[in-house]
């Protein structure tokens, strides 16, 4: 069902043949470490699934029989089984890429994805493809919200309808989660978006993050960006975003359709690591990310960090780091 590849920054996992493996550290397992003085978080998290309700079909192409969101549900239910304290997190570009988009305006997408219980998620510049009318008419069947901290809504019919940030509480720690997403203009029909004010990446992150970190005490920042993993030139992305801020932990990152074959951590301001990481596209990927925290001193560590993917092989293999 699902094939996973995963590195991690030690480089101290090796091949594995069971999905049971991803939740080892060393050969102990991340509930082992879960203890009086360790607190374990779980990541997962998708980006850019683009309608991809069903797997590829068997075509002969280079994603033939990947994907599906059956798989993936089940995969992250027996995580969620295995795991105290896990969150579910999407990047953007949810909608628009198979007919369910063109039938339905996001119902499926959002009905789905809530069943899967995200958390949250952020907007790409696909959801704005049916107008700010059809992206209200689609947000009710979300039961997670929508975070969007750099697009200002307050004069459009969407005033209210998302939120720029949200602080989850798991076992005593704070994790505040943010969005942001890319400049709509030359990526989306200016009839489709009008009112919507495009606010500064860069600056709105460092308010949200110094607010999150210093203010709420988060114990970790994550960021749900839109904005792409690199580009040549100046064009704000999160390599640049990850630079150019204080406070940030994670970016999970969409829109450039990026498989990454290992996060990439870069230091920023402070000279602190920022991780990036992106899993590709079309819900062929599950990526995944645990951390452990100190009780006391709530000092964290990445542990582990690798993707799953969607196939119908019942095996789970880790790829050597």
Do not use: W
Request: proline fraction near 3%; include cysteine.
């Amino acid at each position: 069902m699902d094939e996973l590849s995963t590195i991690n920054r030690r480089r101290f996992l090796k091949q594995a043949g069971t999905l049971a493996a991803l939740s080892t550290v060393g050969g102990i397992p991340l509930t082992a470490l879960a203890n009086e003085d360790h607190v374990t978080l779980t990541i997962l998290h998708t980006n850019d699934v683009h309608s991809r309700i069903d797997p590829f079909p068997m075509d002969g192409s280079r994603n033939q029989g990947l994907g599906g969101v059956a798989r993936r549900a089940t995969l992250v239910e027996r995580i969620r089984s295995e795991q105290r304290n896990v969150l579910l997190l999407d990047a953007g570009d949810t909608v628009q890429g198979t007919p369910y988009f063109n039938l339905f305006g996001g119902k499926v997408e959002l009905e789905l994805m809530s069943r899967m219980r995200y958390d949250a998620s952020t907007f790409g510049n696909h959801e704005f493809d049916n107008g700010l009318e059809g992206l209200a008419k689609m947000l009710p069947y979300a039961k997670f919200p929508f975070l969007t901290a750099n697009y200002d809504f307050s004069d459009t019919l969407l005033k209210g309808k998302t939120r720029d940030y949200i602080i989850f509480r798991k076992q005593g720690l704070r994790i505040g989660v943010f969005g942001l997403g890319i400049q709509l203009a030359g990526l989306v029909d200016p009839t489709r978006c009008q009112g919507v004010r495009y606010l500064d990446p860069v600056t709105t992150a460092n308010v949200l993050a110094e607010r999150l970190k210093q203010d709420y005490r988060c114990n970790l920042v994550v960021c749900l960006s839109h904005l792409g993993y690199k580009y040549q030139g100046n064009k704000v992305s999160d390599v640049v975003l990850a630079r150019n801020t204080r406070n940030i932990d994670l970016i999970i990152g969409g829109h450039t359709h990026t498989f990454m074959p290992e996060p990439e951590h870069i230091r920023n301001l402070d000279g602190q690591m920022t991780t990036i990481n992106q899993v590709g596209f079309a819900g062929i990927n599950l990526g995944r990310l645990d951390y452990i925290f100190e009780r006391q001193s709530k000092k964290k560590k990445l542990v582990t960090a690798g993707r799953y993917k969607m196939s119908e092989r019942m095996s789970a293999v880790m790829e050597r780091g």
